[in-house]
């Protein structure tokens, strides 16, 4: 071991000390690689839990090296303190040098103790929309969805986003504390239509499909009631009778949807309206139209 110490001090030109400090930094660094590698190969073993293996590795690729630089830096203590006035200095420089990765290791730091998102999570940062699919130090990173596919379906792009955004953009989380959203249908008839007996077959429908949602909705509430101010006196569907003067009378339908069957309950709503207006001969859909009156040839009734 000596030799290979006198070795490197005649070809490197530095001390004893500082070549035993780079001897021991290495070995601590294989070290934790070697644990790393071990630990991941159990977890491999142990589960084929696609969420469990990435949850672990991505845990384990920020616990690692933070365990090394905390270990590696008491083997340099003395010579930092010895440089730290220089290194001060340097630190200050680079971090004006480094704004935006500095402001974006501060936003992965926010998002991990703060959480205002999670892996699997549907979030709008800014314009972008989209599933979270991963978090790390300088940016994290989403599943698109919307854009230019309607009612919130993936596109299949994948959009990395800098971590310092959550300090800029408003964030829009459609799955953390109550993780259902209201959805709305506006459906329009003609003046001439019966509007009470649609109103009626709109309650039917939009109760049958949402009623699932309904009790699960109630404990969602109670839950995020312990951490936001969340307050719903009605969790049922609704329909609101509004007249457009333009062509006719328009029914909104109002419920509760999981935000990813959003699309796929629109449309089994809209088979079922479809289908019972079929049935009614005094109920017919509305759409813009013009009516021309020629009075020399009509006459009034």
């Given amino acids: 071991m000596e030799r290979v110490i006198d070795y490197f001090q005649t070809h490197t030109g530095l001390s004893s000390s500082t070549l035993n400090r780079l001897f021991v930094s290495v070995v601590i660094i294989f070290l934790l690689w070697g644990l790393r590698m071990l630990i991941l190969r159990i977890v491999w073993r142990r589960t084929e839990n696609v969420k469990l293996r990435y949850q672990w590795k991505r845990s384990l690729s920020f616990f690692i090296p933070f365990l090394g630089l905390v270990l590696v830096s008491t083997v340099w203590l003395h010579a930092f303190r010895q440089l730290g006035a220089f290194l001060g200095l340097v630190s200050a420089g680079l971090a004006i040098a480094l704004k935006d990765p500095v402001t974006n290791i501060a936003g992965w730091f926010f998002i991990v103790l703060r959480k205002p998102f999670a892996i699997g999570d549907r979030v709008q940062i800014g314009e972008n929309k989209g599933d979270v699919i991963d978090i790390r130090l300088f940016q994290f990173t989403i599943l698109e969805v919307g854009n230019w596919v309607d009612a919130d379906q993936s596109t299949g792009r994948i959009i990395h986003i800098p971590c310092g955004k959550v300090f800029l953009d408003a964030q829009a989380n459609y799955s953390s504390g109550f993780k259902y959203i209201w959805d709305e249908l506006a459906v329009s008839i003609t003046f001439e239509s019966n509007w009470e007996k649609a109103k009626g077959l709109l309650d039917t429908i939009a109760s049958r499909h949402a009623q699932r949602f309904s009790k699960a909705a109630e404990?969602?509430?109670?839950?995020?009631?312990?951490?936001?101010?969340?307050?719903?006196?009605?969790?049922?569907?609704?329909?609101?009778?509004?007249?457009?003067?333009?062509?006719?009378?328009?029914?909104?339908?109002?419920?509760?949807?999981?935000?990813?069957?959003?699309?796929?309950?629109?449309?089994?709503?809209?088979?079922?309206?479809?289908?019972?207006?079929?049935?009614?001969?005094?109920?017919?859909?509305?759409?813009?139209?013009?009516?021309?009156?020629?009075?020399?040839?009509?006459?009034?009734p």
């Fill in 219 to 300: 404990r969602e509430i109670i839950e995020a009631s312990k951490n936001y101010m969340i307050f719903y006196q009605h969790l049922t569907p609704i329909v609101y009778v509004k007249v457009r003067q333009e062509y006719g009378v328009t029914l909104t339908i109002r419920f509760l949807c999981d935000p990813r069957k959003r699309r796929m309950m629109e449309n089994e709503i809209w088979q079922d309206i479809l289908q019972a207006f079929a049935k009614e001969a005094d109920i017919d859909l509305a759409y813009p139209t013009q009516r021309f009156y020629n009075f020399p040839t009509e006459k009034l």
